[in-house]
């Protein structure tokens, strides 16, 4: 029933900025965090950003801090990811993910819900 939409994907040079949305519908409640993953073929899901929906607390993997920027519209239970100053290594599949119970959206194995991700691909 619960559903997460991702949108913003697309292509762009080194050094440019895209923003990517993650919907979620199909439940009265916000979930209790909202994360962003991104994941290449033949390697494993990583952890890029994550958000407590409630407090509106962020982390994100040493990767992407200070370029990338997760925030929210909880009443909309809608999180962004806004990237900025992308690397051709950015280039990826990014998903969202959201967990209902704990607050471990850092964790892979501990989301819940997964969307159906959207490629942002990166060229030099």
């Known amino acids: 029933q619960v559903m997460l939409a991702e949108s913003g994907g697309g292509s762009v040079q080194a050094g440019g900025s895209l923003r990517l949305s993650c919907k979620l519908s199909g439940h009265p409640r916000s979930s209790n965090c909202m994360g962003w993953f991104r994941q290449t073929p033949g390697k494993a899901r990583e952890f890029v950003a994550r958000?407590?929906?409630?407090?509106?607390?962020?982390y994100y993997s040493d990767s992407v801090e200070d370029r990338f920027t997760i925030s929210q519209d909880s009443t909309k239970k809608t999180a962004y990811l806004q990237m900025n100053s992308l690397k051709p290594e950015d280039t990826a599949m990014y998903y969202c993910?959201?967990?209902?119970?704990?607050?471990?959206?850092?964790?892979?194995?501990?989301?819940?819900?997964w969307g159906q991700g959207t490629q942002v691909t990166v060229s030099s």
């Open positions: 958000i407590l929906t409630g407090l509106g607390r962020t």
């Open positions: 993910g959201a967990a209902y119970g704990h607050f471990w959206c850092t964790d892979v194995d501990r989301i819940n819900y």
